[in-house]
């Protein structure tokens, strides 16, 4: 019964991993997409999406990070997931189901949907590619604009040679829009033999455990609940209750510190809003505190209102 922490670009990068995974509960990692076109990419980019790859693939508490690719190519994407290996990442992971149009304008994640040989190429490269003792693994959506290929693709991935499949359970042309259809995880289990993970729509353990009943999944997938609650995993792994808000702020300005000092406080400000609008999904605090630091641009600033705030609960 895994829970994997979801690749959220510009969101989970590693200082959340670090953070989160520290809180407990995740049994494994997948990082942001590396974006593949028509080069083998330089050691360089790998690591700076995935430092961990210099500390034996893992977050400090010792949780495997596995990268992810995206792209169209076959051959180029099975290079870079050799490369990917051979650099300490315990697997491959490849992305079709990106939502973005700037990624499927370019025939990357989700809009493969659409190509069920194109799927089955890329699988069966990278496969190929990758050492048999490392797993390459694979999330798609139910489809781009229907489900009329779900279960087409998802055959094709698992002959093509994919270790295991993760479903986020809606359609490209669904986004994000409650509710997820997790009984379609259920029928692509019927068609395929790997584990499959489920994912979509998980905020609370009670979420969890229904998702497992009708995905007919023991093992699940975690994103926007992750940072809404940033103790979720924990919870729907041994119980227990909601993270406090205290405990929150505090964990916000520790990740505050470690943002500003490892990209010197360029994306801070976006990164540390967009955990906010998730965190007052669950926090009734976390809103009218959002609706001050949205205004706010310095870094510095930010800071110093999380640290009055954190001052005023003490």
């Not at 693939?57 to 051959?75: A, N």
């Not at 729907?236 to 209750?241: C, L, N, Q």
């Amino acid at each position: 019964m895994r829970i994997i922490l979801a690749p959220m670009e510009g969101v989970v990068d590693h200082l959340m991993r670090e953070m989160l995974t520290e809180i407990g509960g995740f049994d494994l990692c997948i990082t942001e997409f590396v974006r593949v076109v028509d080069q083998l990419l330089p050691k360089r980019v790998f690591t700076r999406l995935c430092p961990e790859l210099l500390q034996d693939g893992k977050t400090r508490s010792g949780t495997p990070v596995r990268v992810q690719l995206l792209g169209q190519e076959p051959e180029w994407l099975a290079e870079n997931a050799a490369r990917a290996v051979e650099l300490g990442s315990p697997g491959v992971d490849l992305n079709f189901g990106c939502p973005a149009k700037t990624v499927n304008k370019s025939k990357g994640g989700a809009v493969l949907l659409r190509e069920t040989e194109q799927l089955y190429a890329i699988v069966k490269a990278v496969r190929a590619a990758v050492p048999k003792n490392f797993p390459v693994t694979a999330k798609m959506r139910l489809g781009y604009d229907d489900t009329s290929l779900t279960l087409d693709n998802a055959r094709a991935l698992y002959e093509a040679g994919a270790s295991e499949l993760t479903v986020h359970a809606r359609t490209k042309s669904d986004g994000y829009r409650p509710p997820a259809y997790w009984p379609w995880i259920a029928q692509i289990r019927t068609v395929v033999d790997i584990p499959v993970i489920a994912n979509g729509e998980i905020w609370q353990p009670a979420d969890a455990a229904l998702c497992r009943e009708q995905s007919n999944c023991s093992d699940i997938m975690l994103g926007r609940g992750a940072l809404a609650q940033p103790n979720l995993a924990a919870r729907i792994a041994t119980g227990g209750d909601a993270m406090p808000w205290p405990v929150v702020l505090r964990l916000l300005m520790r990740y505050s510190e470690f943002e500003i000092a490892g990209d010197k406080g360029l994306y801070y400000g976006n990164r540390i809003k967009q955990w906010f609008s998730y965190l007052k999904l669950q926090y009734p605090e976390a809103a009218g505190l959002f609706a001050q630091l949205r205004l706010l641009r310095k870094s510095a600033d930010i800071v110093t209102l999380l640290n009055t705030e954190l001052q005023a609960l003490d």
